[in-house]
C-alpha cells in the first residue's frame, strides 16, 4: 500500500471557502477510484513546532504505484490539482508530496 501525503502552503488570504470544496471533491474523486480510499484532510496542528509554513495537507491510501499514477492522471485531479496550486504559495511549488510505502 502506497500513503498519499500532500502537504500545502497556503497562501496568507487563502479563504478556507474556496479550499473546502476542494477537498470534499478530491475525497470523492479518491473514493469512487477502485483501490483508492481513507482520504483525510485538514489543518496541520504542529504540535512539534517543525512545520509552521504548511498549515493543510491530505492524505489518502493507493492499493499500489499503478493505482496512484491512474489516480494522478484522472481529469478530475488535474483540475482539482489547479485549482489547489491557485491557493499555494508560489503556485505548484507550494505543494509538498510524499508518497510512503507503508510495509509495517
Not at 45 to 49: Q, R
Not at 71 to 74: F, M, N, S, W
Given at each position: 500500500m502506497i500513503r498519499h501525503c500532500v502537504m500545502l502552503r497556503l497562501l496568507p488570504d487563502?479563504?478556507?471557502?474556496?479550499?473546502?470544496?476542494?477537498?470534499?471533491?478530491?475525497a470523492a474523486l479518491v473514493e469512487k477510484l477502485d483501490g483508492c480510499g481513507n482520504f483525510c484532510a485538514g489543518p496541520n496542528?504542529?504540535?512539534?513546532?517543525k512545520s509552521p509554513d504548511v498549515p493543510f495537507g491530505f492524505t489518502f491510501d493507493a492499493a499500489d504505484a499503478a493505482t496512484l499514477s491512474r489516480?494522478?492522471?484522472?481529469p478530475e485531479h488535474?483540475?482539482?490539482?489547479?485549482?489547489?496550486?491557485?491557493?499555494?504559495?508560489?503556485?505548484?511549488?507550494?505543494?509538498?508530496?510524499?508518497?510512503l510505502e507503508c510495509a509495517l
Open positions: 487563502a479563504d478556507r471557502a474556496v479550499l473546502d470544496p476542494i477537498m470534499r471533491e478530491l496542528l504542529d504540535f512539534e513546532n489516480y494522478a492522471a484522472h488535474v483540475a482539482l490539482g489547479a485549482r489547489l496550486i491557485a491557493l499555494c504559495q508560489g503556485g505548484g511549488a507550494g505543494i509538498v508530496v510524499y508518497d
